[in-house]
Every structure is written in structure tokens, then in C-alpha cells.
């Protein structure tokens, strides 16, 4: 076998152009997954205190589905607004 013979069709620039192309793609698909998860974390997480969890087993108790999910909506809007948050921060 000659040293001029390669195993790949593709020449050397070909290769480290592919090798960029691909690097840069995982690179954007890392950024977008991380960009999402950033955004993710930016929601206000609800500390599940007694009363709120209370509130959910009542939820809970409904018989349909339906009512259950509409049931823990609507708590979860409640306990997400800022007079909320502000009358849970003078509790403790």
C-alpha cells in the first residue's frame, strides 16, 4: 500500500469542515436544552406548606378527574399570586 493511498474518500479540509459543522450543531442543541431548562427554573416553585397541602387533599377527594385537575388549577393559581406570597411570608 502506497502512502499516497487513503481510506477516505474525503479529503483532509473536507473532513475538518464536517468535524466543525458537527461541532458546532452539538453545541446548539447543548445551548437550546440548557436554554430550556433556564427557563424552566425561572418559574416561582410553590412551597408546599400545611395549608396548601391540606387544600390539595381535598382536591384529592373529588370523584372525576376532571373536577380534581380543575380543583388543583385553581389552587395553584391562587397560591401563585403576589398577595399570596406576601400573606404566607407574615405567617412565619
Known amino acids: 500500500m502506497s502512502p499516497s493511498s ?3 474518500p474525503l ?5 475538518v469542515a464536517c468535524t ?3 461541532a458546532v450543531c452539538a453545541a446548539g442543541i ?3 436544552v ?3 431548562f433556564h427557563q424552566a427554573s425561572a418559574e416561582p416553585w410553590i412551597n408546599p406548606s400545611g395549608q396548601l397541602q391540606q387544600a390539595l387533599a381535598s382536591c384529592d377527594s373529588l370523584r372525576l378527574r376532571a373536577e380534581r385537575e380543575q380543583c388543583t388549577r385553581q389552587l395553584v393559581a391562587r397560591a401563585r399570586t403576589p398577595a399570596t406570597w406576601s400573606a404566607l411570608a407574615d405567617v412565619r
Request: charge should be positive; glycine fraction near 12%; hydrophobic fraction near 35%.
Open 34 to 36: 440548557l436554554g430550556l
Open 11 to 15: 479529503t483532509r479540509s473536507s473532513r
Open 20 to 22: 466543525m459543522v458537527a
Open 30 to 32: 447543548q445551548v437550546g
Open 6 to 8: 487513503s481510506s477516505s
